[in-house]
């Protein structure tokens, strides 16, 4: 069976400081690969997308950056943390070019910078 | 582009009434899917029920339907018969396939659903 690990679970980070979150998927191959930021209270917003190694999409232009070293890893990285890089991040997997497939998610990163 | 627009920040519910979140959205993609995820309070994501959009058949999964008007992008969610554990943050989702770029998956902003006993 598929599963998705997400690490680590909560961060506290200062200002300034770098971040690496990291997700990894296991028993599934060439799966395109997600990651989200939710804001407190808010809805999901799309950062980037991936569907390959080194193919990247970025979404939104920001202080972050992502990368994929391997086929079932996704890194989310940052060089300088800014406070509003906080939020609950998540990493989710689905399978490439089949549309109706359900996306399955990591138990996300609950990152406070400070 | 791909957007979802979910305009409904909260609604509540009787337990045992009927409730309708709305959804609607945009895409210059022919081939897309539509989903309604659930985000109870542990964070994780549950798929709740998905559409195909070249069905006009209304999808169903026991309490749960979906009213998906094409041509007014439009992609409701129903739910009946509504029980405490429904409580929980339902976001709305697009897949479309973007060519070189494969699936791209775009989710609303959600809307907080509270079931009142």
């Known amino acids: 069976s598929q599963t998705i690990h997400q690490w680590p679970a909560t961060l506290v980070q200062p200002v300034g400081s770098p971040l690496s979150l990291e997700c990894t998927v296991e028993g599934t191959s060439n799966p395109n690969l997600y990651w989200y930021r939710q804001a407190a209270g808010r809805g999901l917003q799309l950062l980037f997308y991936?569907?390959?190694?080194?193919?990247i999409s970025s979404e939104v232009p920001q202080n972050l950056s992502a990368s994929r070293p391997q086929d079932r890893q996704f890194i989310l990285s940052s060089k300088k943390l800014l406070l509003s890089d906080s939020g609950f991040y998540l990493c989710?997997?689905?399978?490439?070019?089949?549309?109706?497939?359900?996306?399955?998610f990591g138990q996300g990163t609950r990152l406070t910078v400070v | 582009a791909q957007t979802v627009t979910q305009s409904q920040p909260e609604m509540s519910v009787q337990e045992a009434e009927t409730v309708t979140l709305s959804c609607t959205y945009d895409t210059s993609e022919s081939d897309y899917y539509l989903f309604w995820y659930k985000q109870p309070p542990s964070r994780q994501m549950i798929l709740v029920i998905r559409q195909e959009a070249y069905k006009q058949q209304n999808a169903t999964e026991n309490r749960f339907s979906v009213n998906f008007q094409k041509a007014a992008k439009s992609f409701s969610l129903k739910i009946s018969d509504s029980q405490l554990g429904d409580a929980a943050m339902y976001f709305c989702a697009l897949s479309a396939l973007v060519k070189e770029y494969g699936n791209k998956l775009v989710f609303g902003a959600g809307t907080i659903l509270r079931v009142k006993s």
């Open positions: 989710a997997w689905s399978a490439r070019q089949i549309l109706n497939t359900e996306a399955f």
């Open positions: 991936s569907v390959g190694i080194g193919q």
